[in-house]
């Protein structure tokens, strides 16, 4: 059964700074592997797809990267701001017969100071 | 274009009641899901399907029913509601399962 863990839970940071969200799996028969963003009271929107034979990822300034062998995917936020405050969930998708299903981790809650 | 939508957006019951939750994606997916989120938690799936008539359970599935008649919709009903299903209920679809999952705006449902 494919676990998840994201850390950290949460992150306080001031305006500018850059950031590190990282997500690991424990099942790296992946087929590949998803970043979503949710706003409180919101659903999901998807960030960044990454597929198992990538490394990395990159939509304006963020940039995912995927070592699946090892388990491990991190989420670089470049240069805060304050509209980035979210909470940030990635989602392995498993391949073979359990092809789509997505098994999530429990997010890390992101704030951004002015 | 709507996108996934979902009705309602709230809801209480009572335990013991019956409801349907609506979701509806004009997309043409073939993969639509159903996912629940508690307080502080990652989503767990339910159930999904990869098609019309082709429906498979999730990590959840207990309590739960669903059917998958057309390509567009793919309802979720709770039979005998217990306060353990008070969650706030998440669609999805995708068009391919190895594609970019397109979420609903949710469904906070009660059970008292």
């Known amino acids: 059964k494919q676990e998840v863990t994201q850390i950290p839970a949460a992150l306080s940071v001031p305006e500018g700074e850059n950031l590190v969200l990282n997500c690991s799996f424990t099942d790296s028969a992946i087929y590949n592997l998803q970043w979503f963003r949710q706003d409180p009271g919101k659903g999901l929107t998807s960030l960044l797809l990454i597929q198992s034979s990538q490394r990395e990822q990159t939509s304006g300034r963020l940039n995912a990267s995927l070592d699946k062998s090892s388990g491990r995917s991190t989420l670089y936020i470049a240069a805060s701001q304050p509209g980035d405050s979210a909470t940030y969930l990635c989602?392995?998708?498993?391949?073979?017969?359990?092809?789509?299903?997505?098994?999530f981790g429990q997010g890390t809650i992101l704030t951004v100071h002015p | 274009n709507a996108g996934v939508t979902q009705t309602p957006k709230f809801r209480i019951l009572k335990i013991g009641q019956s409801m349907t939750l609506q979701c509806t994606q004009d997309m043409n997916h073939n993969y639509m899901y159903w996912y629940r989120q508690d307080p502080g938690m990652g989503l767990k799936l339910i159930y999904y399907s990869v098609g019309a008539g082709i429906t498979d359970k999730g990590e959840v599935p207990n309590g739960y029913n669903v059917s998958r008649s057309t390509t567009e919709d793919f309802p979720l009903r709770l039979e005998l509601a217990a306060p353990s299903q008070t969650s706030v209920y998440f669609c999805?679809?995708?068009?391919?399962?190895?594609?970019?999952?397109?979420f609903g705006p949710g469904t906070r449902l009660t059970v008292t």
């Open positions: 989602a392995p998708v498993a391949g073979g017969t359990s092809y789509g299903k997505l098994t």
């Open positions: 999805a679809s995708s068009y391919d399962g190895g594609g970019e999952q397109y």
